[in-house]
């Protein structure tokens, strides 16, 4: 079993437009591979807005045997980028049932998918004045809890909510998973509480590797993504965060674009002719 891996956590921007969506991630998941990611993770709801609303247009069918545009673009990313890719999740149709799911597939370096995870633990939650999201207005939930093997051993697949149940990832650990890998999309009200600490707790409880993975913030969408996608170590630190925050603190705390001095940077003005 390899000990070293390299992964890359996409905190994609995502609109309304689903070939957009599926382009940015094809451009994303290639860049990742090029820096040497050999896991790529997509965010919850990469190719749809996430919101109750969008879930059904945007649902499809996964079945490898007439896959829909979003599976046909997972198997092609993985595949052309040459790594594991957790597709982060699609709202999922499944046409005989009239049901829709929330679900992630995970596919290996040959396009093939190797696992697909329904989010059991749906997101119904009501706080006063903040926030009301109730997924089971339109989704059914999974059944089943996930894995898939990797060279780097057995990873866990939970999705945003299945997060706040420890149970899930303390199975995995328990059967002998490395790592949990949470595509998550937390909010502006629950995140700043409890992503990092929901993340942190599933590492400490279960020494093991956590990995969140979130869409970017979009302030004109319906809803506000936290970001913040984060890969937590057995010890609960935290080893790497996209902290956007950071680019607002370091631009006001050093404000060189403010005292760029535009007015010498030409060839001519460069030079002091009295040296
Ligand atoms: N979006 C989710 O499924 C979960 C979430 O935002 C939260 O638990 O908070």
Known sequence: MSRTLKIALIQ???????????????GKVMDAARAGASLVVLPECFNSPYGTQFFKEYSEV????NPGESMK????????????LVGGSIPEKVSDADKLYNTCTVWNQNGEMIAKHRKVHLFDIDIPGKIRFQESEVLSPGNELTQFETPWG????GICYDIRFPEMAS?????GCKAMIYPGAFNMTTGPLHWELLARARAVDNQMFVAACSPARDMSA??????????????ARVIAKADYGVIEDVRSSIPISSQRRSDLYTSASLINKSN
């Open 171 to 175: 199975i995995a650990a328990q059967s």
């Open 73 to 84: 673009a997972l198997s092609n990313m993985a595949k052309e980028a040459n790594v594991f």
């Open 154 to 157: 057995k990873i866990g697949v």
């Open 12 to 26: 994609l921007a995502v609109g309304a437009k689903k070939a957009v969506n599926l382009a940015r991630a094809h």
């Open 222 to 235: 319906s809803y506000h993504a936290w970001g913040h996608s984060s890969v937590v170590d057995p010890f």
């Open 62 to 65: 996964i079945d490898s045997a």
